[in-house]
């Protein structure tokens, strides 16, 4: 598997690149502000753009759809659409085959309702899911359970040795592990659900004593 990542612009957004190199199928993932330059790499390897994900439907994440769809004739998907080609739903644990290459969509509720996390290979895109050291924003409440929720009894059974891919230049580097997430991200490092509420709530006050940016 080849996979490439962008910084494409906005609020230090990042927008990937999937590929199997054994037939150049590619995938693009959350290619806004500046999807022409995932694009022309793209073209530049020869690879032929097959899918584009959205990991959720926020502005910063969708705003390159209409560039992309003209520049590669490919229509963006989100969380509900269906596939024209293959009729699928993007659903919670749909496959969609990238030559020899398989991309898992994870249904990750939480930051919005409509969030996913892709899987392929060894890779794990979180969009604003989870960062590396940091969670999606949410309120207090519903939101901020479900977030929960999608992490421990989603993310978090993957192997240790998965790399996670964020949508945002957010944390101390640009990507990491679930292993080193488990480890050190002070999420999910809360023993339940309404401490991991609690620091939300004091995250401000707790990135001050710990010297976090």
């Given at each position: 598997?080849?996979?490439?990542?962008?910084?494409?612009?906005?609020?230090?957004?990042?927008?990937?690149?999937?590929?199997?190199?054994?037939?150049?199928?590619?995938?693009?993932?959350?290619?806004?502000?500046?999807?022409?330059?995932?694009?022309?790499?793209?073209?530049?390897?020869?690879?032929?753009?097959?899918?584009?994900?959205?990991?959720?439907?926020?502005?910063?994440?969708?705003?390159?759809?209409?560039?992309?769809?003209?520049?590669?004739?490919?229509?963006?998907?989100?969380?509900?659409?269906?596939?024209?080609?293959?009729?699928?739903?993007?659903?919670?644990?749909?496959?969609?085959?990238?030559?020899?290459?398989?991309?898992?969509?994870?249904?990750?509720?939480?930051?919005?309702?409509?969030?996913?996390?892709?899987?392929?290979?060894?890779?794990?895109?979180?969009?604003?899911?989870?960062?590396?050291?940091?969670?999606?924003?949410?309120?207090f409440g519903s939101q901020a359970k479900a977030e929960y929720?999608?992490?421990?009894?989603?993310?978090?059974?993957?192997?240790?040795?998965?790399?996670?891919?964020?949508?945002?230049?957010?944390?101390?580097?640009?990507?990491?592990?679930?292993?080193?997430?488990?480890?050190?991200?002070?999420?999910?490092?809360?023993p339940d659900i309404e401490s991991f509420i609690e620091l939300?709530?004091?995250?401000?006050?707790?990135?001050?004593?710990?010297g976090i940016k």
């Amino acid at each position: 598997m080849f996979m490439k990542q962008f910084m494409t612009g906005g609020d230090r957004n990042f927008g990937y690149l999937v590929a199997d190199e054994s037939t150049k199928t590619a995938a693009l993932i959350d290619p806004s502000y500046s999807p022409e330059i995932i694009i022309d790499f793209a073209q530049k390897e020869k690879f032929t753009t097959q899918y584009i994900f959205n990991t959720h439907g926020h502005y910063d994440h969708t705003n390159g759809n209409k560039v992309a769809k003209n520049l590669t004739g490919v229509t963006p998907l989100r969380y509900g659409d269906i596939e024209p080609i293959t009729r699928k739903a993007v659903s919670d644990n749909t496959t969609f085959n990238l030559g020899n290459l398989e991309i898992r969509i994870i249904h990750t509720p939480g930051h919005t309702n409509d969030s996913i996390c892709i899987h392929a290979g060894d890779a794990l895109f979180t969009g604003d899911t989870l960062f590396v050291g940091k969670v999606g924003g949410t309120n207090f409440g519903s939101q901020a359970k479900a977030e929960y929720n999608s992490i421990h009894n989603k993310l978090l059974t993957l192997p240790d040795s998965t790399r996670v891919f964020p949508g945002h230049d957010y944390g101390t580097s640009p990507e990491s592990t679930i292993l080193r997430e488990r480890q050190t991200n002070p999420f999910l490092l809360q023993p339940d659900i309404e401490s991991f509420i609690e620091l939300k709530r004091n995250w401000t006050e707790y990135k001050k004593i710990h010297g976090i940016k």
